[in-house]
């Protein structure tokens, strides 16, 4: 887990007992009591993030057994026993785009405000190397061709997430050098929301108005999927594609794209052997090999 969400989970669980609890007698059960309480008004993957949340805070604080206990918590409507009625108020998923088309991304490029620094800065970094929104902030860069990007799902049991260190091309690479400084300048304590929430805020006003008539959005996860699909259909194997992505394990890579939407070549390779990846990834799909026909290309010769 990096500084950021580390810091992102402190936060998070501080605003859940000013509001929940107002800050008074805050008790185990209390605080497993109250993440029950509030299940039906966030959509499943959020309610987990704040249990995660609270369970960190609670082991910075020293207190194990406390965050054991908020780890053990269940969800009430996604439980397995669940009755139907509590799982008919489960909040759906947001319908977000899982393709980039070329043509709308320009779409979205001239109508953004030229001002509005900290989106250009977020969606150049999302269409060149697609990575997590809250990994952004943390990406190091060693000038000319590689950068490393701080993988957020790692947890203390080191069963997830994974760090990996990249290269491009150096137009690219420069590119999100001053991307990422342009994010942390506003990243500050002055706004009750962090940086990348506020901008995929205004990403989200963004693409409504350019496609007032879509139920689905263009998000910055959507050019992890759009990744994700480049590169399936670039011919590398399920172990290259994970550390790409920052999967610990080869399950993972079923989760982003589809071969099919493939819009480009990739502009983004490791920076490390297959032999180094192969040590760091752990292989758990049926089918481990080769997705598609190898294809092995500098990421030097080409752009996203």
Known sequence: MNKKTQSDYIKLAKNFYETRLANDDITPKKITDALKNCAD??????WRKLRNALSYEQTVQGFKKSADRINETKNPLTAADAPLMLKRKIKPKQK????IKQDDYSKVLSKLNKDDKELQAALTIANLVGCRPAEMLNIEVDLPYEITIKGAKINEKGDRGLDR???????????IEQAVNTLRMGDTDNFKTDIMHRIQTRLDTLTKSVFPRRKAQMTLYSFRHQLGSNLKASGLSRVEIAYI?????????????DRRTANSKIAVT??????????????NHVNSHKIHTPVHQNSHDFTL
């Open 270 to 283: 490791s920076a490390i052997t297959l032999s180094e990846q192969q040590s760091l990834i752990r292989v």
């Open 245 to 257: 992505m920052g999967h610990q394990s080869t399950k993972s890579v079923s989760v982003y794209g």
């Open 41 to 46: 008004e966030y959509r499943p993957a959020y």
């Open 96 to 99: 977000r785009v899982k393709s």
């Open 165 to 175: 260190k990249l290269t491009l091309n150096y137009q690219d690479t420069f590119d």
